[in-house]
C-alpha cells in the first residue's frame, strides 16, 4: 500500500539520496532506508463528513421543491439491447470473432423482439390488432442484407429509421422524467410469461444460443464462470447504459441481479427461448466442432492431469453409446429435441470409462494401484500410471482452488456505482448507507492492507496448473500426462483389453413420477466414496451440482448396458432362430454388476457381439 500512496512523490532523500518512501502511523512520509522522517503529510478523504447533515434549511419556507433528473423517455427492451451490446463486446476482447454480434447475436434478438411484438411488427403489444396479423417469418441463419452492422446506436433517430424498438413510440419533442416507459409490464408475472418479456437471466441465454450457433468453444460453464469471475457485464449491467436513460423506481427489480443463476435454471431459459423463438435446427455438431464430446473429454483430460493414453479408451465409449453421431448432438428446437448438456455429457463419460478402466469401487482402483507401485519401484523406468498419486495430486489442488474460490466470493461488491433508487423519500438513506459503507471499506483496507475488491483473474480455461516440480506454489503438482496404461490393460488379438472386467453402475430404470428429479442425496450413501469424489470434482469444475452429473452417467450407462447386441448364429443343422436382444442392467432396485467380457449366455464377447462393441483399442 506504500508504495501506491507515494509512488507521485519521487524527490530523494536528503540524507541518503534514494527513493524509498513510506507513511507512518501519524500519516508523515519516512525513507524506508534511513528512516528519515520529513515534514510531508499524507492526504486522507474524510468520508464521515456528509454534506447533506450539516445544510441549512429555513423553517419557516413551504415544502422544498424536489429536484427531478430527467432524461429521455426510454424502453425496456432498448435497456436489455445495450447490455446485449456490451454482453457481445466483452466475449469479442475475450476470442469470440466479431461476426458474432452482427451476425448472429443481432439477428436473433431482432427476431426476439418480432415474436415479442415489441419492434419490427405491425401489431406491437398493446395494438388492437390480433397477434400473429402481419408478422414476417424471420430465420436468423438466412441472409439478412438490411440488417444494420452494429446491435446499438446512441441516436435514437437511429433506431427508427431501422424499425427498432423506438420506431414503434411516437415522435415528442418533450422532455420526460427519469425512468421507463413500460417498467410496470416486466413486474407481472403474467405479462412476463404471456407476451415472452426479456430478463438479465435471458441475455445469458440468448448469448448462449449465439454461442451454439456459431459453435464456439466456450460451453455454458464457461459463461457462467465469466460471469462470476467479473468478464462479462451482468451483476451491474445496467451501469453500461447512456446517461439520458435515467433508471429509477420500478426499473430496479427489472435490472437488479441478485444471484447468478444455476446451471440447470440458464439451460431451461435457453431452451424455452429457442422454442418460443421458433428456431430452425441449429447447425450440426461434427468432430470438428468443440462442441463435440471428443474434443471436450480431451479437454477435461489434459484439465485433470489424466494419462494421454486414456483418451482412445474415452472415444470408443462415445462410439459405443452412439453419442458420435450428429444426430445425436444437434439441437432441433421445432422437434422438441433435447438440448445436450454437452460440457457435463463430456464429464460423465470420463467418469463412466474410469469406472471400466479402474472400477471405481472402494476396492479394484487400490489395488491397482498397488500393483504400478510394486511395477515402478522394482523398474525406475516403468512410468505406470497410479490413481492414488493421481487422487492426491487432485485432493491438494481441488482445497487450494475451493479456497482461492471462496476468498473471491466473499469480497465480490454486489453494489454498483451509480445505484438505482427505488424512491425519492429513500434516495438520502441510500446516499448515507453507501457513504457508511465506502468508509468501512476505507478502514478495512488500510487495517489489512490488503484491497477491498478482489483482483479480476485473467480469463482462463484450465482451472489447476500441471507441470512443475511437487511443491511449488505457482503450480499444483507434476503432470502425468505421459504415464502409460500398461498395470490396467493388456495385449490381447493385436489390441488392448482392460483387466478390469465386471462394471458396476446404480439402478437404471428411470423414475416416472413427473415431480422427481433424482435421488443422489438418498442414494449417496450406498455409492462408494470414490465415485462420489469424481462426481464433486466435476461438479467444483464445472460449476453445476453433483446430482446432475450423476444423472447424466446414468444416462449414459443406459446407452451403454441397453444398447442392442447381434443375433447369436446356431450350428448347422439346427432350425434357424433369431436370439431376442437382451437388456442388462437396471432392472433390479439394487446396484447391479455387468461382465463387460462375456454376453448373457457366458460365450465370449468375439461369439456374442460385433468387433466394434468390444471394449478394445
Known sequence: MDEVETADYVVPCAVCSAVNWAISADLKYYCKSCHNVIDKTAEVDDHTFLDYANRITDLASFRQRRVVEYGRKWKVCEGFQFILKHQAEALI??????????????????????????????????????????????DPSANDTGAPSTIQTGDPSANEKEGGPSANRPKRH????????????????????????????KTLALLYLGLLWCREALTLADLLRLVREGHLPFINAFECLPEEMKLFGRDLPVFRVQSIPSYRMLHRE?????????????????????????????????????????????????????LDKRSALTFAPQARARLPFYDVQAAALIVVTLKMLFGVD???????????????????????FSIRRWYRLLQAALVRARRREEDHTARMQWTAQKPIYPSWERKAS????????????????????????????????????????????????PSLSHKVLDTIVKKRRGGETAINMAYWHPPLKKCKAWPCRNHFEADRSTLPRMYCWL??????????????????????????????????????GEKRRRRRRTRSGGETGKTGRTNLSSDRRGKPASHGFPQKNRLDT
Not at 409490464?185 to 404471456?194: F, P
Not at 470438428?288 to 494419462?307: A, G, I
Request: contains cysteine; hydrophobic residues 35%.
Open 174 to 201: 418533450k422532455v420526460y422524467p427519469s425512468g421507463s416507459e413500460d417498467s410496470s409490464a416486466y413486474l407481472s408475472l403474467r405479462m412476463r410469461r404471456s407476451n415472452g418479456l426479456m430478463s438479465m437471466n
Open 535 to 572: 462426481l464433486e470434482l466435476f461438479s467444483f469444475l464445472l460449476g453445476v451440482k453433483e446430482a446432475l452429473v450423476h444423472e447424466e452417467v446414468l444416462r449414459v450407462e443406459r446407452l451403454l448396458i441397453d444398447r442392442p447386441q447381434r443375433s447369436w448364429k446356431p450350428q448347422d
Open 362 to 384: 472402494d476396492c479394484s482402483e487400490w489395488d491397482l494401484s498397488n500393483q504400478a507401485y510394486d511395477k515402478n519401484k522394482d523398474d525406475p523406468d516403468q512410468h505406470g
Open 430 to 477: 441510500y446516499i448515507k448507507k453507501r457513504r457508511m459503507v465506502d468508509q468501512l471499506r476505507t478502514a478495512f483496507t488500510r487495517l489489512t492492507g490488503s484491497p477491498a475488491e478482489p483482483e479480476r483473474r485473467p480469463p482462463s480455461s484450465f482451472r489447476f496448473r500441471w507441470g512443475g516440480e511437487e511443491g511449488e506454489e505457482s503450480w499444483d503438482g
Open 270 to 322: 435457453a431452451c424455452c427461448l429457442a422454442v418460443y423463438m421458433k428456431l430452425s435446427s441449429f447447425p450440426t455438431v461434427g468432430p470438428e466442432c468443440l462442441q463435440h464430446p471428443t474434443l471436450l473429454t480431451l479437454r477435461y483430460l489434459v484439465l485433470l492431469n489424466l494419462p494421454d493414453q486414456l483418451h482412445p479408451w474415452v472415444c470408443q465409449v462415445i462410439n459405443l453409446v452412439g
Open 93 to 138: 476482447h475475450l476470442g469470440v470473432p466479431p461476426q458474432f454480434k452482427d451476425d448472429v447475436l443481432w439477428r436473433l434478438w431482432r427476431l426476439y423482439l418480432q415474436k415479442s411484438r415489441q419492434a419490427y411488427t405491425k401489431n406491437p403489444v398493446g395494438s388492437k390488432v390480433p397477434p400473429g396479423a402481419g408478422d414476417a417469418e424471420h
